[in-house]
């Protein structure tokens, strides 16, 4: 019974960590990733260090080696760029078909198993949530046909729509523009320290990292931003506290 004990004295503590990390009085406005926030990230990760590599060295006739080489070194030169997340791109590129290979392993796309409960608990408490992907809209299509994602949103943005992505300070200019969200009453979620530090050097109020992006894969660790690895910890707070529109 100890041994219970104490591990619900820790849970209860962590757990209460989570929960006041973040003023949702004063959050009216959710800007939400989706690959890793809302979606487990283990069908892109799949999908472009596995599935792609083996499809591309079966269909160009080349060793999985020299596929996964080729690939890995075009990863590096365009990460954080318009041209990573882009289907036309990669088609170019490759010259096979991206959507029509996504669509082979369409059965790993998902909903993280703790968003439900959180985009139902948002959209309960009266607050502007707003999807903003990376994706291409070809893969945002695909992942809402597959999952029905969108019911959650008030609004989905492709940055494609701008030309940027969110690791410039242009994607958020244009973004605010756009949609009109004041900085200090909104929080903005992802998975990504390279977007979340553009976000926070932008003024983005509230800042939330996603440790366990990949339901596969181990945790990350966050030293500058609070995270968390199951938005169910929030719900109450989401719900005693709703936005001072």
Known sequence: ????????????????????????SKISTVLLDMDGTILDLHYDNHFWLHHLPQRLSEL???SLVEAKQSLMSHYEKVAGTIDWYCL????EQTQLSITDLKREIQHLIRLRDDAHDFLVALKSSGRDIVLVTNAHPDSLSLKIERTSLDKYFDTLYSTHEF??????QLLWQRLQEKHGFELESTLFVDD???ILDS???YGIGQILAVANPDSKKADNVFEDYPSITDYRVLLTEINNN????
Request: aromatic share 12%.
């Open 242 to 245: 709703k936005p001072n529109h």
């Open 163 to 168: 030309g940027v992505t969110k690791e410039s």
């Open 88 to 91: 036309d791109y990669w088609a």
């Open 1 to 24: 019974m100890a041994n219970i004990s104490l591990f619900e004295t820790f849970y209860n503590k962590r757990v209460s960590r989570e929960k006041s990390m973040l003023d949702w």
């Open 199 to 201: 976000a926070k050097k």
């Open 192 to 194: 990504s320290i390279v």
């Open 60 to 62: 160009k006739g080349v």
